[in-house]
């Protein structure tokens, strides 16, 4: 009984760590920045800013590329065009595409 009841307390801690983790790269302004760049995982049809996948093995590391961006004095514009300059217009392309689906229906 005890040997379970520490196994269910280490879960319960890690699923603690992971999900403030997660939290912290999910301002804001990570949120209107992500906002305006799709989500490359190829599993989900959503933007940086708001893919609900936990641990996204190509959103995480985009948000802490905005946070490390936003630290260093850049403005919106200036983070999305480095991005999709370095990443290509799939950024843009994906996007445009996902935002005239939902506007025709």
């Given amino acids: 009984m005890r040997r379970l ?3 269910f307390l280490a879960v319960l801690l890690a699923a603690a760590a992971l999900a403030q983790s997660s939290s912290a790269l999910l301002t804001p302004e ?3 920045v992500g906002g305006r760049l799709a989500c490359l995982c190829g599993t ?3 933007t940086v ?3 609900p996948m936990l641990e996204c093995h190509y959103t995480k590391p ?3 590329r905005i946070a490390a961006m936003q630290k260093l004095g850049m403005n ?3 983070i999305v065009s480095a991005v999709v300059k370095d ?3 799939r950024h843009w392309l994906r996007r445009l595409k996902r935002d005239f689906t939902c ?3």
């Fill in 5 to 7: 009841k520490n196994s």
């Fill in 103 to 105: 506007w025709r229906g």
């Fill in 30 to 32: 990570i949120r209107r």
């Fill in 49 to 51: 800013g708001d893919c």
């Fill in 76 to 78: 919106d514009e200036e």
């Fill in 87 to 89: 990443k290509g217009l």
């Fill in 62 to 64: 985009m948000r802490e």
């Fill in 44 to 46: 989900c049809n959503n």
